[in-house]
């Protein structure tokens, strides 16, 4: 498996995940195909900056460079109790179950670690969504609270997982 920075050629990805109902059933439902080229660019300009890890999972790229299994992200942003770093992931139909999630978010944090950059790390999966409540477990997340946060407009009822890449891998 492989994390490479998410780029425009990754429009198809992006509207597989994001416009798919199933794909999107945790996070409020699919979002609009028309949204996809702006959304990707987006992400693509903040990957190049380096102001967030936008990565997409490569699970062979020795044969199958161009197959992609889903995206693993890592980002900062505000909340009311200042800045928090959030990781999040979204893995394929045809990819679940292989484990190519846990293995996307374990090497994205370790890659964190290394960097010494990101401090500690949140997750924030609905409380429904057993594969990635299942992955902050098996990678060593803390649960902390189940609690209501805002995502594209909605509020969820999320567990709030936490992990310090520099003393709590797994």
Known sequence: ???RDVSPDDLDAYVRMRC???MMAHLGGPQPPEDMPALVLRDAGKAAADLAWIKMI???PA???EVVAGTVNLWSHETDDGPVSEIGWMILPEHQGRG???RAVRTLLEQARDAGRWGVVHAYPSTGNAASNGICRSVGFRFVAETEVPFAGRM???NHWSIDPATDLA
Do not use: S
Request: no cysteine; charged share 20%.
């Open 1 to 3: 498996m492989r994390l």
């Open 58 to 60: 490569v699970p062979d």
């Open 63 to 65: 044969t199958a460079p």
């Open 156 to 158: 969820f009822t999320v």
């Open 100 to 102: 190519l999630g846990k």
């Open 20 to 22: 798919d109902p199933g």
